[in-house]
């Protein structure tokens, strides 16, 4: 079996915010099959024991203890002595906490974590003197998720780099002034600012890269480092995320808000718009 062969196609079922917590009550020796993906996951043992490799290292976790498996690790677990193992696996794409590219403060400090720069410490113990905040803000996160209230995928997106901001102080971690991060959000910013205020203009992938002076490459590669997604997904969301807005908000005409927000062809647009929302643009009208 291949690394390629170990990819998980992980369900998180709405693009625009990439997440998705499972609730494991595995009651046999095997907790967790052999597997990566490119989402970052959180572990949190509720209940019994079991050892889960994480990379090369292997940890011992009970009830209690936090585990961390950064996008590309190969991770499995299985139980100890054959008993029951009660945990929550929280997986999300990192895009969801990327931030405003024109926040230098956010590249510096939870950039590093989501672009894989650095790396998130695989075992968080009760011990550690992180553990309490840490668990507090897990604990949330599930909580959010599983009663989903108004205005609970904000709250979720702020637990979750709460966590990613305690990390980037505690004393005993050592991070880099990461200035790269900076320059190239300095960099991205007329893109990210054409795009926000001009989002249902043309434009093309070309175009966009000659806004920042440089080759289309270096420019693909840069935008998805810095913001989590590639030039079509992002340009793509904003849209979406508007046409959602107009449908839910106004009479407008379905065929006239997909123009408005940029969309020549309503097929391509019904085919966009439930790709990255997972329901139709007439059900999200139905909704209003």
Not at 47 to 68: C, K
Not at 89 to 96: C, F, Q
Not at 140 to 145: A, G, P, S, V
């Amino acid at each position: 079996m291949t690394y390629a062969n170990l990819k998980e196609n992980t369900w998180l079922p709405d693009q625009a915010f990439p997440i998705n917590i499972f609730h494991n009550l595995p009651n046999d020796h095997n907790v967790l099959g052999l597997h990566w993906h490119e989402h970052m996951e959180l572990i949190y043992m509720v209940e019994g024991e079991a050892v889960f490799d994480i990379g090369n290292q292997s940890f011992a976790a009970t009830a209690g203890d936090i585990l961390f498996v950064n996008g590309g690790q190969l991770h499995s677990g299985y139980s100890i002595h054959n008993q029951g193992v009660n945990y929550y696996a929280i997986v999300y794409n990192p895009s969801l906490l990327f931030g405003s590219v024109l926040d230098a403060h956010h590249a510096q400090t939870i950039g590093p974590f989501l672009n894989g720069d650095l790396s998130l410490p695989n075992l968080i113990q009760k011990t550690d003197d992180y553990y309490v905040e840490t668990k507090q803000w897990i604990l949330k996160t599930i909580d959010e998720f599983t009663n989903k209230a108004f205005a609970y995928e904000v709250n979720i997106k702020a637990y979750l780099q709460l966590i990613l901001v305690l990390f980037s102080r505690h004393s005993s971690i050592k991070l880099p002034h990461n200035q790269k991060n900076v320059r190239q959000a300095e960099m991205l910013k007329p893109v990210i600012i054409y795009l926000e205020k001009a989002f249902s203009n043309k434009i093309s992938l070309e175009q966009a890269a000659k806004l920042v002076n440089l080759s289309t490459h270096h420019f693909c590669k840069s935008f998805k480092k810095m913001t989590g997604r590639t030039f079509i997904e992002y340009l793509h969301i904003i849209r979406i995320n508007e046409a959602e807005r107009l449908l839910k908000k106004t009479e407008i005409p379905i065929t006239r808000i997909a123009e408005q927000v940029g969309f020549c062809n309503i097929n391509y647009f019904d085919k966009v718009f439930k790709k990255v929302k997972k329901y139709s643009p007439s059900n999200a009208r139905k909704q209003s």
